[in-house]
Each structure stands twice: as C-alpha cells, then as structure tokens.
C-alpha cells in the first residue's frame, strides 16, 4: 500500500480499532443519598443530598458535570462539613430539574472517599405536566418552520472600497503626471523658436520703465542680453560668457571663414552698442534716452540681418534636430513611466505596511495572497448533529457520511456511523465516528465498562500503521460545553508527504466519549504552525456537545 492510500484509509483503520477495546468489572457500594422530593412539576428544583462520614486524613470527591442524566444540573452548592468527634460528616448538595414530565431515574453517583470507591442508591423521580385550564389559556398550532435568507455575503463592499482607493490613486498620478498642463506664459516663450524669442523680449523691453524712469543701466543690460541670448543659440555658444572683445573676434572669425555671411557693418554696430553698454553697465556713463532708443531699433535690425546671415540647415541637420526632440519625448515619457512606478510601488507598500500593523502582516498577505484554512475559518459554519446518539458539532463544512467496508468478523459485532471532511493529506481534516458494540453481555448486575483510554492508545497504533512517526502523545480529561465527560489524546506527528520521502508534521486531537455499549470518538488533525487552523479546531473543540439518545 502506498503512502497515500494509507492517509486516505485511515478513517477504516481508526473505526476498525474499536475491536480492540478492553472491559472492565467494577462493582458498586451502597451510601447515603436522599431527594427532598420524588415528585416535581416541570422545570421545578429538587435538592439531592450525599452525606460522607470519614476520617479527616481521607480525600472525598464528589460528583462533578452533567452526571445525573437525565435531570439537569443547574446548581451545584458548596460542602458543608459537620465535626463528630475524630471524624467529618460531608454534605454536599445539588440542585436538579427536567423539563420533560415523565417518571425518571437518578443514576447511582460515584463517590471516592481516599482510595476506596462508593456508589450512591439510584432514585426515582416522577415530573408532571402543568395543567393547562384552557377555558381560560387557548391553545394554538406550532408555527410553520418559516425560511429564512441567507444573510447576504458583503464582499462587494470591500472590493468596492479597493476600486474606490484604487481608483482614487490612478487619477492622482494622472492628474499629476500625465496630465497635458496649460502651460505658463515661461514655458510658452521657452517654446518659441530663437528668433520669436528674442523679437518678443525686444517688445518686452519697450514695454518696460526702465528709460522713463532713468535707468539706463538696467535697460542696457536688458538690450544687450537679447542680442547675446540669440547669438548664443544661433552664432556662438558662448555668447553669454564673453567679453565683447571676445566674442566680436569670434564674429570676425566665423565671417572670415564663411561660416555666418554678416557683414562688416553689423559687426561694426554689434561691437559699438556692446562697448557702449559696458561703459553704462561698468563705468557709469551717462547716455542720451534717444540714444539708448536707437541703439534699442539698430539691435532690432542686426536680430533680422543675422538670421538673414545664418545658413539654411542641411536636411542631416534636420533629421538630427527631430531625432533630438523625439529623444527628448521619449526620456520625458520614460521618466513618467518611472515616477508612476515609483508612487504605486509607495503607496502599495506603505498600504501593506499599515495594513499589516494593524492585523499582523501574515494576515494580509494570506488575504491577498489567499489561503485555505483561513478561507474556512471565516466562512459560514455549519452545526448539526452526527449519529446516534448525536453528537452536536460546528465545522466549517457539512461532514458527508461515508460507509467504510469492514471484514464481515468485525460487521457482525459492531454498527458504526462515519462522517468526514477532508483527509489526513489535506490541511485540515475532520471525522466523527460512532460505534455501537453488539451484544454487549452483561455479568449478574456488574456494569461492563469500556476502557476509552485502550480505545484512544489503539488508534494511535493505527496512526503508525498510516505511516505517522514521532508521535507526541498527551492525554488529558474533556469536558464538554453540557458537561459530558470524556478524554482527549493529542500531540505532534510526522505524516509523509504523498509521492515524497519527506514527511511534515501536523497536530493531531482525538476527543473519546462512552456510553454503555457505544464508542464516540471526534478526531482532527491539521498542519503544525497553521494559526487559522488552530482557531478552528479551538471554535470545535469549543462547540462539542452529546446528546442522549431518543427513546
């Protein structure tokens, strides 16, 4: 048998353990017990009395839990204890109720008084109806079994919210990155060619102060940082840095060498009005406003001659220039691209971030990301009851019922009921299982116990035989929320990984329950640090109730 289908057999193998449980013969002893009442109506207290008289050095313990069934425990009272000479009288008292009417039995109760065992007599007890005068309390149909909805899922509202957020940054990022903005009056005139450039920063100046205001300076200063603006673009890139010596040496020499077809006498005015200007700018040298106007209408001439002058560019130049300006549209775009990159990656992150300090950054990653147990734990559970007699449970799933074969040796001697989620290779796995032992004999009065403690230890040996190893192994007494009593196994196992020779631990619990001649049993087991997977088995273990079987 492969690995395998001994993980998904084992369900078989922990039922066909049950062939394997132990009997034991204890015998009862008569103490004193007595009901203020034999005779209650429904829903009416009764008080049961134990008295123990012993020695001061024994240990008494008395009866804990639902053990008086069918009558409910709904009071347990403090013990009183009465001084007789060298020795205790104990009195412990319980407070009962049913709310079936019918003549029931007290069960005997089990009393340890050091290392020795008492059983109390059992009691009869009878619960009448309420008589109902219905000439004056009418009586009415029960109401219909009415539908109900199922409460509508509210996933939209997250992922409405997300679009919502989602949507919110991409049109930031548009707004603020891919937008076409209107540009400004700058950008405008940065875009204008140098020749527009320069034409409109000669109107700027006429529009200005600077000459009505005496401030020839400044006007100059402004006069002559159009023309060497322009020729810095068109003539000579250093127009700007240069001494006016300088650069009408270099004028002189681009003419010389046929490279820009200006005249002498432009040159001639160029160099008069710069040399003019750096004795206003540099010596304080007073110059006639008519003067500075026409000097202002001579640059606006030499602006035009110089474009006149400049050399048509080749279509290489031409082809160069567009290759340049798509260039520069392509590394504008790239940069966008990266920048939008660059906020979503942020923001993104800075979302996981806070998301994750708030609910655990493990947490958001399994939301997103998803993951099966947690997908279970925070879907819609479902409780019902399993077998007979029924066992009460919530699971995250409806447990399907399934017939395991059995050898016909072990048929003829047990009837079982199996019902399961998942399998032990899944993440989480479920099973509910109740046996009842045939013909279970009873010997002259003494009451056959099963030993639930062998029963547990046998399905573990039926874990090995799945291939499980280094088995951990706990056991502790169960109680469940309705106060039946039971025992829990659990640990650490190592299960193998199908079609591996790797194995992988997992937690495991088995919960046992008896009750005359049937066997209970609840067993789980799920992956070792799966903290959504421990959630459920707690809201499980949580949720176990046995119910009496119906008559």
Not at 532 to 542: F, H, K, S, T, W
């Amino acid at each position: 048998m492969n690995q395998k289908s001994k993980g998904q057999n084992l369900p078989i193998s922990i039922l066909f353990s049950v062939c394997f449980v132990l009997f034991s013969f204890v015998a009862g002893a008569q103490v004193k017990s007595t009901i203020d009442s034999t005779s209650i109506k429904i829903g009416q207290q009764i008080t049961y009395t134990v008295s123990v008289e012993t020695d001061s050095t024994n240990l008494v313990v008395f009866p804990e839990g639902q053990t008086f069934n069918p009558l409910e425990v709904i009071d347990s009272y403090d013990i009183d204890t009465l001084k007789k000479q060298d020795k205790f009288n104990l009195i412990k008292k319980y407070g009962l109720t049913q709310f079936d009417s019918g003549a029931y039995t007290i069960p005997r109760q089990k009393i340890i008084v050091g290392d020795k065992t008492f059983f109390t007599d059992s009691l009869q007890v009878e619960v009448r109806n309420v008589v109902i005068d219905t000439t004056k309390q009418g009586l009415y149909d029960i109401k219909p079994i009415i539908e109900v909805e199922k409460p509508a899922s509210i996933w939209w509202k997250y992922a409405l919210v997300a679009l919502l957020i989602i949507g919110a940054i991409a049109f930031l990022i548009y707004w603020f990155i891919w937008r076409k903005k209107p540009l400004t009056e700058e950008e405008e005139i940065a875009l204008l060619p140098p020749y527009d450039r320069a034409k409109l920063a000669l109107k700027k100046l006429d529009e200005s102060h600077y000459l009505e205001n005496d401030e020839i300076k400044d006007y100059y200063s402004e006069l002559t940082f159009i023309i060497r603006k322009y020729l810095d673009e068109k003539v000579y890139d250093r127009a700007l840095e240069s001494t006016t010596d300088e650069l009408i040496s270099r004028l002189k020499l681009l003419k010389d060498g046929n490279q820009v077809d200006i005249s002498q006498e432009d040159i001639k005015n160029l160099e008069s009005i710069l040399k003019r200007a750096d004795l206003v700018k540099f010596a304080k040298s007073a110059v006639d406003v008519e003067l500075a106007k026409l000097d202002r209408k001579t640059i606006d001439l030499e602006i035009d001659h110089v474009k006149e002058a400049l050399p048509e560019p080749s279509e290489e130049e031409k082809l160069l220039d567009e290759k340049y300006r798509a260039e520069q549209e392509r590394k504008k775009k790239r940069n966008k691209i990266i920048l939008t990159v660059v906020i979503s990656l942020f923001l993104l992150t800075a979302t996981f971030v806070g998301f994750g300090i708030k609910y655990g950054f493990g947490y958001v990653k399994d939301t997103i990301i998803g993951h099966e147990t947690k997908e279970l734990l925070e879907g819609e559970w479902v409780t019902s009851d399993y077998g007979v007699p029924p066992v009460t449970i919530s699971t995250p799933k409806v447990l399907r019922r399934t017939t395991p074969e059995l050898p016909e040796d072990i048929a003829q001697q047990i009837d079982l009921t199996q019902f399961t989620y998942g399998s032990l290779i899944d993440r989480f796995y479920v099973v509910v299982t109740t046996t009842k032992i045939k013909n279970l004999s009873q010997n002259q009065g003494q009451e056959n116990k099963i030993d639930l403690q062998k029963a547990l230890d046998n399905s573990l040996k039926v874990l090995e035989q799945a291939g499980a190893q280094n088995i951990v192994t706990k056991s502790e007494k169960f109680t469940t929320p309705n106060g039946a009593e039971g025992l829990k196994v659990f640990g650490t196992l190592d299960m193998p990984v199908p079609n591996t020779d790797k194995f992988e631990t997992a937690n495991y619990a088995i919960l046992g329950f008896t009750s005359g001649s049937v066997i209970q049993q609840i067993s789980l087991t799920w992956k070792k640090n799966d903290t959504y997977a421990d959630q459920m088995v707690e809201r499980i273990l949580n949720s176990v109730e046995l119910n009496k079987s119906e008559k």
